[in-house]
């Protein structure tokens, strides 16, 4: 088979753009759709050519004022419809039929352009929020419909919300089906709490009266699924839904079928091993041939590829060799699932990762690795970049990961339980996964233990510092932990604390104080880095200098680490090595672990910019 890569210029856009959709109208039209930023009078965006300004100031009477690692500008996202027609030159090219058109514009919708939107025959679906909303204080996002044919000028777009009343949180994954007649997307139930569980919806004859379906309903309105979808896909001839949802700390595809009557059981899963990441069906005119080509990943290896067929079940691998963890002599043997009996006698699941020389007869000191979240989990996934698991193996360490109290893939009720009790149940969870492990892992040093905490993991880490459990462990790592919640409101999203503490700090203030790290640093000992960026506006960087501050008046061994040009995660490769060879070298330089084989080698840590002495 030959394959023809010449390319042309069809058209140009007058800015930036991103998330190219595609499809076929007819044998000579192509729609297209994109995402781009408007200006507030309606214009393409294009930062190259609008006129540079001689303040640098920002006002703002509204929140929100940031959103992760940005300041909101008055430019907004949305999305750019056009079509591309056959030519009537002699090469037949494919050119702009008219200028794209700004599918928002009049409607007095605001795009949420990070949970998705899809185009088809049919027309485009999208999620957003009318303009009037609070920003800042509502998760509050409807799936609108806008048909092809309402698409021919600016502003006529005429939107039709799809969404059914009672559930009032944030939608996503709009998806139409291949005929273009029917839509699925997700949905949380509450306004303000963005982790709530996601509930699964299908939208029949979207052209004609649309009738929008709740699936796996319940009396109490939790839903009668237990787990959270995550992305949702449709098979090549529409006849079943594919999902992925995470459970038991791993994220996993299940299939439903939904013709020719929609489906009395729960969704099955389809065998895999690790976490999936993608599901795209097969390229094919046939539309028998459902097979789905599947990306995923796991703790010992990075992204591999299969071909999976969804009604027996069985894979196999488009390459000859597609593990690359294999490569760096990672096996499956390293990783094991544990049980304990964590806070409330609730059982709770951990993560034993080895090392791959591992020898049952030697002691390793232990690496214990708390995630962030709270509402997240560790996952069998490979982790790029800093907080990849194996890593820490690697250097000759035990790592126990546990999904404790308030974690992902365990039922909604589980994941809530960590509301107004942050400091609680989790902590406990960890001090009961500390004796599990002394007690159960005979090849485990604990008197060489050393715990990391990313995010939530950071405070939880921060607040060990100040209790029992702190004085267990050699070293400690806080990676962009808050060290105050009476500071939490500085951050980029401060309306996620009336749930995690039942109210405002105005409200219940006696709550963010119940759970703060900072007055019980006085009592902090054990050696400590901290880890901040100056563009993380999750967690200030104030929150990791006020405690290193404290630390270094206070005598107590400790360590900064910032990145001028990093957020709430590290992206950039250089900063990721520098942050795993500080991070390695902090916990190697206490608990000491022996590092063997050739491909391995102990990471030290390097020079500060002031060392003890230095002054300015």
């Not at 009037?132 to 806008?146: A, E, M």
């Not at 007055?519 to 200030?540: G, K, N």
Request: charged share 20%; aromatic share 12%; proline share 6%.
């Amino acid at each position: 088979m030959k394959f023809d890569f010449r390319y042309y210029e069809a058209g140009k856009y007058k800015g930036p753009v991103n998330s190219l959709k595609v499809v076929t109208r007819n044998d000579r039209l192509l729609a297209v759709t994109v995402i781009g930023e408007v200006t507030p009078d309606g214009k393409f965006y294009n930062p190259k050519i609008t006129p540079k300004s001689y303040s640098t100031g920002r006002e703002y009477t509204a929140m929100p004022v940031r959103n992760y690692n940005k300041w909101l500008t008055p430019q907004r996202d949305t999305i750019w419809y056009a079509t591309l027609a056959v030519g009537s030159g002699d090469n037949e090219q494919y050119e702009f039929s008219d200028d794209p058109i700004n599918v928002l514009e009049g409607t007095g919708l605001d795009l949420s352009a990070t949970a998705g939107f899809d185009v088809s025959r049919a027309g485009v679906l999208f999620t957003a929020r009318p303009l009037t909303v609070k920003q800042g204080t509502s998760f509050k996002y409807n799936v609108y419909y806008v048909a092809t044919s309402s698409l021919t000028n600016v502003g006529t777009t005429k939107p039709v919300a799809l969404n059914l009343t009672g559930l009032e949180g944030a939608s996503s994954s709009p998806v139409f089906s291949p005929d273009g007649r029917s839509a699925a997307f997700l949905q949380k139930p509450k306004v303000v709490f963005d982790d709530d569980k996601s509930h699964l919806f299908l939208v029949r004859n979207i052209n004609d009266n649309p009738n929008t379906i709740e699936m796996f309903t319940s009396v109490d309105g939790k839903g009668s699924w237990a787990l959270s979808p995550s992305m949702v896909t449709w098979a090549k001839d529409g006849k079943e839904i594919y999902m992925t949802a995470e459970q038991n700390g791993r994220i996993k595809l299940f299939k439903m079928p939904i013709l020719p009557s929609l489906p009395e059981n729960m969704p099955s899963p389809l065998p895999h091993q690790g976490s999936i990441e993608a599901v795209y069906p097969f390229a094919s005119d046939d539309l028998k041939c459902n097979m789905l080509l599947v990306t995923k990943s796991s703790f010992i290896d990075d992204n591999t590829y299969e071909i999976l067929d969804p009604d027996t079940g069985n894979s196999k691998s488009p390459f000859i060799n597609n593990s690359v963890g294999s490569t760096f002599g990672l096996h499956s043997s390293q990783v094991e699932d544990v049980h304990f009996q964590g806070a409330e006698d609730q059982e709770i699941h951990a993560w034993v990762i080895k090392p791959s020389d591992f020898d049952s007869s030697k002691k390793y000191p232990l690496f214990i690795a708390i995630h962030g979240g709270p509402a997240n989990a560790w996952t069998d996934y490979w982790y790029e970049g800093t907080w990849n698991l194996t890593l820490f193996a690697e250097q000759g360490y035990v790592v126990f990961a546990p999904n404790f109290t308030g974690s992902t893939g365990y039922g909604d009720d589980f994941a809530k339980r960590v509301y107004n009790n942050c400091g609680g149940h989790p902590y406990e969870d960890l001090v009961l996964g500390f004796e599990f492990v002394k007690n159960k892992l005979d090849f485990v040093d604990t008197s060489r233990a050393v715990a990391a905490g990313i995010s939530y993991g950071g405070f939880l880490i921060n607040w060990i510092a100040g209790h029992p459990l702190g004085k267990e462990f050699k070293a400690l790592v806080a990676d962009c932990g808050i060290f105050s919640t009476l500071n939490m409101y500085a951050q980029d999203a401060p309306w996620f604390h009336a749930d995690n503490f039942n109210g405002t700090i105005w409200e219940t203030r006696e709550n963010y104080q119940r759970w703060d790290p900072a007055p019980y640093v006085s009592t902090w000992t054990t050696p400590h880095l901290f880890i901040s960026s100056e563009m993380d506006y999750r967690v200030p960087i104030s929150e990791s200098l006020a405690p290193f501050h404290i630390l270094q008046e206070r005598g107590v061994e400790s360590r900064f680490l910032s990145f001028p040009d990093e957020s709430h995660l590290v992206e950039k490769p250089g900063n990721q090595l520098h942050w795993l060879r500080t991070v390695l070298g902090w916990c190697n330089h206490y608990a000491n672990p022996v590092v063997e084989g050739d491909r391995k080698g102990k990471v030290v840590l390097g020079n500060a910019v002031s060392e003890p002495g230095w002054r300015v």
